[in-house]
């Protein structure tokens, strides 16, 4: 079993900047790759960034690409996301994620366990 605390939302300006966190405990942090997703109202739950196990590996949306950077720090057991130049369709509930199996990392069916969400509100 994995337990994924999200921090870090809030409400900010467009162009702004925001850092969420995703603290792991449960399995050992480094034995599995972590996602970030997005969900706005009314609408699916959207793939933002991943990591893999040691951080050698990133991938992002392409809304996100060159705006967003996605670390982890194994030590701390945190995955982070750091957020800039953010826009009003940013909004949303943003949700870390722990892939435990398999090489597939932008469906959220490719997850096994979530955390319980975290609101960004970019204003215009």
């Known amino acids: 079993q994995v337990q994924l605390v999200e921090s870090g939302g809030g409400l900010v300006q467009a162009g702004g900047s925001l850092r969420l966190s995703c603290a792991a405990s449960?399995?050992?942090?480094?034995?599995?790759?972590m996602g970030w997703f997005r969900q706005a109202p009314g609408k699916e739950r959207d793939f933002v960034a991943g990591?893999?196990?040691?951080?050698?590996?990133?991938y992002y949306a392409d809304s996100v690409k060159g705006r967003f950077t996605i670390s982890r720090d194994n030590a701390k057991n945190t995955v982070y996301l750091q957020m800039n130049s953010l826009k009003p369709e940013d909004t949303a509930v943003y949700y870390c994620?722990?892939?435990?199996?398999?090489?597939?990392?932008?469906?959220?069916?490719?997850?096994?366990?979530w955390g319980q969400g975290t609101q960004v509100t970019v204003s215009s």
């Open positions: 994620a722990a892939r435990m199996r398999g090489s597939g990392y932008l469906r959220p069916s490719d997850y096994d366990y």
């Open positions: 449960g399995r050992t942090f480094s034995t599995y790759a």
């Open positions: 990591i893999s196990l040691t951080g050698t590996w990133t």
